[in-house]
Structure formats: C-alpha cells, structure tokens
C-alpha cells in the first residue's frame, strides 16, 4: 500500500511503498502531489519503498505517475530509499526515468542523508544548457543544446515557441545538439510533452553527428503528427537552414 507523510520543506512530498500499489492509496499519493504543485510549482519526492509485489508493480506505479505529465513534469529532484538492490540499479537505466529530474537512491537507513540531498540545490554549470544562436534571419528560431536541459531551458523554449507563433503563425527552429546528456528517445519524449505547444511547431532541423540522431527523427517524425522533422550532420548547416524555409 502507498502512504504520504509531510517532510521538512514545504516544497517535499515523502510517500511509503509497502507491499502492492493499491488504487485509493495512489489516488492519495497523487492528490497530494498536485496540491504541492498547485502551491509550489516544483516538487521533491522521497519515496521509501519497503517491499514492493514485484516488477510490474512498480512499472504501474510510475506509468501512471508519468501519465499525470502535469505534475510529473514538475518534479526536479526524487530520493529513493531502498535495500532492494535490483530497484537501485534499475533506477540509473530505466527510461521511464527523464532526464529533467534528479534521481538518487539511498539505503534505507540513510534517511537523513536522503532528505539533505533533497535539500540542496544543483550548482548549474554555466557551460551547459540552453543557448539561443543568431540565425540572420528572424523567423528561424536557431537554438543549441549543450549537455542536459534544466527545467528552466526548456521553460525558455516554450516562451520562444509562442512568441515565434504569434509572430509568424508558427515556429521553424533549428535544433543543434553540441553535446547531448539523453538519449534519443529522450528526445522525442521531450519534444512530445518538455515543449508543450509543440503543435505551435511547423519543423524542426537537428543538427549533430550523434550515431542515433537520424534513426531517432525518422522514428518521432511518425510519433508527432503535424510536425515536420529532419536531421543533418554539422556539415550541413547551409542545408538544414534552407530546408526550414
């Protein structure tokens, strides 16, 4: 069954994992969590799983916590308290996991340690994130990815979409991947839900010589209806630029 409990921040949320998920204590677990959102906007969990029926119990708890892409989406930092040394492994691979929230775990006598990692605030290197690139040309949004996004970039890609929308009806952007911190289907996951009007997006031209950049947009070109995707190689800058129009 699923438990919550307050912890020392307004901003945490502490939940308990003992045995199956069960419907009402999910249901709690998750109007807990939006009344958090409603009143903090981003969110820590800890969670501490005691014992859990298996597998596909937890691959049921977090897809339909991943579902609530309104609430997941606001959640920066997860502590996991656990001596299941298979669930400890699972969380650093997993792709239900995205690359957006900061994800730890910890034995279960670590608890203290766990609610001060919650604590701390990531020291952002200024080197990485979101970069905004000067195309020439106004209705081309030119846009480069070094290392892992923060919540707050891809905020700033969404105030870019609408502003390019309300100007020139939609967005044509050009994407360059410099150094990526996700995989490829990281990436079209965070198209499909991190830029939330993607739909306000008429093309996107990537940019990067990553071995699964091509695979990847061929796959999301089929996945995200209405928008036009493509990749180049960074020799073929000129290309990608006349291609978006």
Sequence with gaps: MISVFPLSQPNMLGFTLDGEVDETGME??????????????????????????????LQSFW???????????NIEKYAILTDHGWLSSLTGSVDWLTPRM?????????????HQWLR?????????????????????LGLA??????PKDYDRINLLIEAQAR???????????VDAGF????????????????????RIALIGDQSWLKTTVKLGDLLTPGLELAAFSTNERKRATSWLG
């Design 145 to 150: 990815i070094i290392g892992k996004l923060t």
């Design 167 to 177: 100007t020139y009806g939609q967005a044509r952007i050009l994407l360059e991947i």
């Design 102 to 114: 900061e994800v730890k775990t910890f034995s279960l006598a670590e608890g203290e340690l766990a």
């Design 120 to 140: 701390l605030d990531p020291v952002a290197d200024p080197s990485e994130g979101l970069k905004e690139v000067d195309m020439g040309e106004n209705s081309v």
């Design 183 to 202: 995989s490829g289907q990281q990436l079209i996951e965070d198209i499909k839900s991190g830029i939330k009007n993607y739909r306000n997006v008429e």
């Design 28 to 57: 709690k677990f998750l109007l807990a969590i939006e009344a958090k959102v409603l009143t903090h906007g981003k969110i820590r969990l800890l969670g501490n799983v005691k014992s859990i029926g298996g597998f596909q119990s």
């Design 63 to 73: 897809k339909t916590l991943k579902s609530k892409t309104d609430l997941w989406d």
